[in-house]
């Protein structure tokens, strides 16, 4: 059953059971939507992430609700994530929750969520994909590249990766097809943090991304 989140009347709170234990939904309600955007974490963070929270309380405004996907490692207060394939589990599981909106949906992510979002996307029919900081390899080791895994979405998808992701930066990615596109945030880290000799702030940097996004959305459902 869903439940007002603290401090944030818009928002409400789902408990959604799955597999691999509960998992949660923060869902972010447009006044007319006509799209949802269902966002997961990375393996190092939770919903909290300053690009998530900008999506949710940006887009709404467009038109776009946003459901902040938690997973059951994350609500049962774990601090390892598990294997690929439980976080696969779990997000397929809330999945029909998701649906209910009787809105198209737009899976996505930042991280390990973002690798999520792309492996399940065709078999969840979802209609686009937003891979945010998508780990593209592990720091350091470029010769383990996650490509494959971008590349197989099925669908338009847009990533929006930092200037200086360890990662994964934007120009080690491979060429992109017709209907992906790769959006930089100049000096931005893994978790789109700036230096402070960097020439734009965080507000700056999460203006870019939420309009981004709030541009794209429109070219990847029409």
Do not use: N
């Not at 949660?24 to 007319?32: C, K, L, N, Q």
């Not at 998701?98 to 792309?118: D, F, M, N, T």
């Not at 399940?120 to 390899?137: D, I, N, Q």
Request: proline share 10%; glycine share 12%; with cysteine.
């Amino acid at each position: 059953m869903a439940a007002k989140e603290k401090g944030t009347p818009e928002a409400t709170a789902e408990t959604v059971p799955t597999p691999a234990g509960d998992a949660r939904i923060t869902w972010h309600h447009a006044p007319s939507p006509h799209t949802l955007l269902a966002a997961s974490h990375g393996a190092g963070g939770g919903i909290e992430a300053r690009d998530l929270r900008a999506l949710a309380a940006a887009l709404p405004a467009r038109g776009v609700s946003v459901a902040l996907v938690e997973q059951p490692w994350r609500v049962a207060g774990k601090k390892i994530a598990p294997a690929p394939s439980t976080l696969d589990t779990g997000w397929r599981a809330v999945w029909p929750a998701l649906e209910k909106a009787g809105l198209p949906i737009v899976a996505g992510g930042r991280s390990a969520g973002a690798r999520v979002a792309c492996r399940t996307a065709r078999e969840l029919g979802a209609k686009a994909v937003l891979a945010l900081s998508f780990p593209l390899h592990p720091p350091g080791r470029p010769e383990r590249s996650r490509a494959g895994e971008l590349l197989a979405t099925g669908v338009p998808t847009l990533i929006v990766q930092g200037g200086r992701d360890p990662f994964g930066r934007p120009e080690e990615f491979p060429e992109l097809p017709a209907d992906m596109e790769l959006v930089e945030v100049a000096y931005g880290d893994h978790g789109f943090g700036l230096p402070r000799s960097a020439d734009l702030d965080e507000p700056a940097a999460l203006a870019l991304i939420t309009g981004a996004v709030a541009d794209w959305l429109p070219r990847a459902l029409g």
